[in-house]
């Protein structure tokens, strides 16, 4: 499914809102919502840079997300969905 997602337009609804939700709860979602919130499009768009730049990061890094690795750390493949979504313009 991510394989061919790949050769599509990348949309929040489709790809990316899935891909945070496991990824990034819950401590970026408001049942805990300690941290940063990354559970909408507006807060993913704000934050697109910086979600990028950690997921790319070394997992020993400090800085590296998920924090700490408590989540499984991203594939090469979902990183790719969130640079072309950057790239195409972020669609809803
Ligand atoms: C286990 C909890 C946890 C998970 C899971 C997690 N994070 Fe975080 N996140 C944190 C903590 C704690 C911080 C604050 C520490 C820091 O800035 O490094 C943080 C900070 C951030 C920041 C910086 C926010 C700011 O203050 O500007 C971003 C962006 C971020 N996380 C993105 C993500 C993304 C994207 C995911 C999923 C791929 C994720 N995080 C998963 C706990 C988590």
């Known amino acids: 499914m991510l394989a061919t997602a790949l050769d599509s337009k990348v949309s929040y609804a489709d790809h990316i809102q899935p891909l945070m939700e496991i ?36 997992s020993d890094s400090t800085e590296f997300m998920p924090y700490k690795s408590k989540r499984l750390p991203l594939s090469a493949t979902q990183i790719q969905l969130l640079v072309n979504w950057r790239d195409q313009g972020m669609a809803r």
């Open 23 to 58: 990824s990034c709860t819950p401590c970026h979602w408001p049942e805990k919502g300690k941290k940063k919130l990354l559970n909408t499009y507006a807060t993913t768009v704000e934050n697109i840079d910086e979600i990028i730049y950690r997921v790319k990061l070394p």
